[in-house]
């Protein structure tokens, strides 16, 4: 047996896993959880990026002995360091105001559609890219020697080593996805410094080992490895899809966010797949994470707090019983990317569209669960039409698994068998990649065996024709 520490930060948690590998078999536990609570400061909404840390040493603490750990988060943001390796600042939150109509300057310089061929990302205003063009005349980028991404930067206070792991690299839009390597063209047009990045690593490399003072701290002895991972909680969480050999297959990472589409062996740079906003970032081993980015859970998440936190068993069995696509939203609007007011947004979309507007939290929960899985199949539908891939199954991985109607109401949306599970997807591809390093499984599809043996699983047939989901999407399209 090997135990492997997986530190998984999203949006609104964070957590160390622990996952066991035997000959055959694969278990993963909880060390420990901790809140993740981005904070509004004067200059705007910020990372607690302190608090994340001390939430990982105390996860370490907490795992004990491991043979190695690996740390994945969301993409596209960072922290910045100064010349002495000093922390500028609190990393700005992707959900931040401040990217607000920078798109269009940075179009002036590159335009939109060489920017897509030579980049192969979606436009998002939270794009690296972006964020940098934002941040343009700041006193903090004018001081920073080095950049790093939020695992990064937790990867150099572990270990004093600075690296930038490739697949959450390629969220920056700086990387060229056909080379997998810097955008060196672009970056140098847009006068962004790629000297601010530390060199690139993959998913496998070795990351360094845990310095004396950490091991101090959290009471582990040496020496503890780091492993790189897919350090984008996307690419960990796509690498633990539990496909069977062949199987030809979409997915949808569900969470904060839901990210649907592909894997493919080389990016898709057509007009039309920029029109369609579908991304290419990168995955394991130089694939291609073809996919769109959905709202998600999001959506539900901003209510629920909105609602003063009901209980949301009760909430889902309520909606549930609510008659289907009376009104749905279009889950892909970056309109509903800020925090905050969500209920009241919601039900003025319903209202700007035409649509009867949902009042109760039951109706307005259906509405988004139909409004998700109308997005899901138009994303899962334009996918396989763009890369010419079809496929016969629909793997929905991520805390949105849990979620039985979601799921569901995905399979009767897209027509196809859906199958749901693993919930923590992103720490088990992040476990698996490093047993994968250490010689303990396979190649990727032997991973994702090992994870269709092994864990529990849930199969959603569709029900009933897709004719009523073609008829809520034209009415949506209007
Ligand atoms: C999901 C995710 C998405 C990315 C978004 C912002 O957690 O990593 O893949 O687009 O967060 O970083």
Redesign the pocket.
């Known amino acids: 047996m090997k135990s492997y520490a997986a530190v998984d930060l999203?949006?609104s948690s964070g957590r160390v896993m622990v996952g066991r590998l035997g000959p055959d078999s694969l278990d993963l536990t909880e060390a420990h959880r901790f809140p993740n609570r981005p904070v509004r400061t004067p200059e705007g909404l910020r990372w607690d990026i302190l608090s994340l840390y001390a939430g990982v040493l105390d996860g370490l603490r907490a795992a004990g002995h491991v043979d190695s750990l690996g740390i994945d988060?969301?993409?596209?943001?960072y922290g910045l360091l100064d010349a002495d390796g000093a922390l500028l600042g609190n990393p700005v939150h992707?959900r931040d105001a401040r990217t607000e109509g920078v798109a269009e300057k940075v179009w002036a310089t590159v335009p939109a559609d060489e920017l897509y061929a030579r980049t192969g990302l979606q436009y998002?205003p939270?794009n690296t890219l972006y964020q940098l063009a934002a941040a343009r005349s700041s006193a903090q980028l004018a001081q920073a020697e080095r950049l790093l991404l939020i695992p990064d930067l937790l990867t150099y206070w572990l270990t004093g080593e600075a690296g930038t792991e490739l697949t959450n690299a390629s969220?920056t839009q700086l990387i060229d996805p056909r080379t997998r390597d810097w955008s060196y063209d672009v970056a140098s047009r847009l006068g962004i410094d790629l000297k601010l990045f530390a060199p690139l690593r993959r998913p496998g490399d070795p990351a360094g080992l845990l310095r004396p003072e950490v091991l101090e701290e959290t009471g582990l002895t040496g020496p503890v490895p780091v492993t790189t991972v897919g350090s984008?909680?996307?690419?960990s969480?796509v690498a633990a899809v539990p496909a069977t050999r062949g199987e030809r297959f979409a997915y949808i990472?569900t969470?904060?966010?839901s990210?649907a589409g592909l894997e493919l062996d080389a990016p898709v740079l057509t007009e039309a797949s920029r029109a369609a906003n579908f991304?290419n970032?990168l995955g394991l081993d130089g694939t291609v994470r073809y996919?769109r980015?959905i709202m998600?859970l999001w959506l539900l998440q901003e209510c629920v707090r909105a609602w003063g936190n009901p209980d949301l068993a009760t909430l889902l069995g309520e909606a549930a019983d609510v008659p289907p696509l009376r009104s749905v939203v279009d889950a892909g609007d970056a309109a509903f990317l800020a925090p905050g007011r969500m209920p009241s947004r919601i039900a003025d979309a319903c209202r700007d569209a035409g649509l009867p507007v949902p009042e109760s939290p039951a109706e307005i929960t259906r509405c988004i669960l139909d409004s998700l899985a109308l997005a899901h199949r138009r994303a899962i539908a334009e996918a396989q039409a763009l890369a010419d891939r079809p496929v016969d199954v629909v793997h929905i991985v991520g805390g949105g698994t849990r979620n039985a109607l979601l799921c569901q109401l995905t399979a009767d949306a897209c027509g196809l068998p859906v199958v749901a599970g693993p919930p923590e997807a992103?720490a088990l591809g992040n476990v698996l990649v490093q047993a994968r390093a250490d010689g303990l499984v396979g190649d990727r599809a032997a991973m994702r065996e090992l994870l269709a043996r092994t864990q529990p699983l849930t199969r959603y047939e569709p029900r009933g024709t897709t004719a009523v989901w073609q008829v809520a999407e034209e009415r949506l399209a209007r």
Do not use: M, Q
Not at 73 to 77: P, Y
């Open positions: 999203g949006a988060s969301w993409a596209v943001d992707y998002a939270f969220t984008h909680d996307t690419a969480a990472c969470g904060t966010w990210l991304t970032e996919l980015n998600g992103a």
